[in-house]
């Protein structure tokens, strides 16, 4: 494993993990009897006061939540709708909102719940059968998850001023890029997008030029502009694999930039390994149809202190084999361990 700064290593392994492991959740059980500060369908363990644990409870409804609950548990129920008036006692102090897996629709998300929730950290609303995207009003805003749903629209404006905010999950849905052009602009500290599984057909405009992670596999994406990661100066993990992407939709050196760590564009319709920067280290290429190794692309030339920091480099599953790799390619390519072509 490549080292890491702490703060990426964090959103990557919450990118790439079970879903509920950033839950810091436990049994009710496991904290001894239940407060009676507490809605009764559901447990508030004497030695977590300020914790609800409502799940897996077949709930059809979100109970009414006592004052003092700060995080509150309703995954893995039946629930359908959220009436009004169930958050009005925890509108400021509610932290962490957990509804994934349930039944929820928009039009059974009353007004006056979400929307009036000013304090939230995090809100886990996945596997739900949502068509827009549900904001709460809150600036303390840290993690935002609202996959496996059916999201097509984005409200323009729901995120902003959410200055704490780092990282959004939105993939498999049916979100399209003109739906989350400029929703992401001006979020100072959103570190990661995952908007795998969805219908970007190209990058969404005004992304916030802190962003350090973008997944965006398993799209419709056939093109990059030229200045869509000039205006991404951090971005070190791209990852675009499964989509439509040919050589002419791929502007010459749009990919030849500083910040790069990784860069996936596995499983497109590239003929020609795209123009990299001398800083890229893992680089996915495979199931393409590439025919001719472009070492040119990977180093404009070498030398002493000139040479790729390349240490992955996948060509396995295009039309090149082994036999193609230029005789002048061991300087270039001194520091890659792994260099697969089939």
């Not at 199931?287 to 404009?300: D, P, Q, R, Y």
Request: charged share 20%; proline share 5%.
């Amino acid at each position: 494993m490549f080292p890491l700064r702490v703060p990426i290593f964090a959103v990557l392994v919450s990118l790439t993990v079970g879903q509920y492991d950033d839950y810091d959740y436990q049994p009710a059980s496991q904290y001894g009897p239940s407060s009676a500060n507490c809605a009764q369908e559901c447990e508030c363990p004497i030695n977590f006061p300020t914790a609800m644990y409502c799940d897996s409870r077949n709930l059809k409804f979100v109970p009414i939540v006592p004052s003092g609950i700060k995080y509150l548990y309703l995954q893995n129920n039946l629930i359908e709708e959220i009436k009004a008036g169930v958050f009005d006692n925890v509108t400021a102090e509610l932290r962490w909102l957990v509804l994934d897996h349930n039944q929820i629709t928009n039009d059974k998300v009353a007004k006056g719940t979400i929307d009036k929730l000013t304090g939230l950290h995090k809100i886990l609303f996945s596997f739900n059968k949502l068509t827009e995207a549900v904001i709460p009003p809150s600036k303390s805003l840290e993690e935002l998850k609202m996959m496996n749903n059916q999201l097509s629209k984005f409200p323009a404006g729901s995120l902003a001023g959410m200055q704490n905010l780092t990282s959004v999950h939105l993939q498999n849905n049916e979100l399209t890029s003109k739906a989350l052009n400029g929703v992401f602009k001006g979020l100072n500290k959103l570190v990661a997008i995952d908007l795998t599984n969805n219908k970007l057909k190209k990058l969404p405009s005004g992304m916030s030029s802190s962003l350090e992670i973008f997944y965006g596999d398993h799209n419709d994406i056939s093109s990059i502009a030229a200045g869509d990661l000039k205006e991404l100066p951090k971005l070190a993990y791209l990852r675009l694999a499964y989509n439509q992407m040919t050589d002419a939709g791929i502007p010459a050196g749009v990919f030849n930039v500083t910040s790069l760590i990784e860069l996936d564009l596995s499983y497109n319709k590239l003929q020609s390994i795209p123009e990299i920067n001398e800083q890229l280290e893992h680089l996915y290429l495979q199931v393409n149809e590439i025919n001719k190794f472009n070492l040119e692309n990977i180093c404009k030339f070498s030398g002493p202190l000139n040479y790729s920091r390349l240490k992955h480099l996948r060509l396995d599953g295009n039309n090149i084999t082994h036999a193609d790799l230029p005789h002048d390619s061991s300087n270039c390519l001194r520091q890659a361990s792994d260099i697969i072509f089939d």
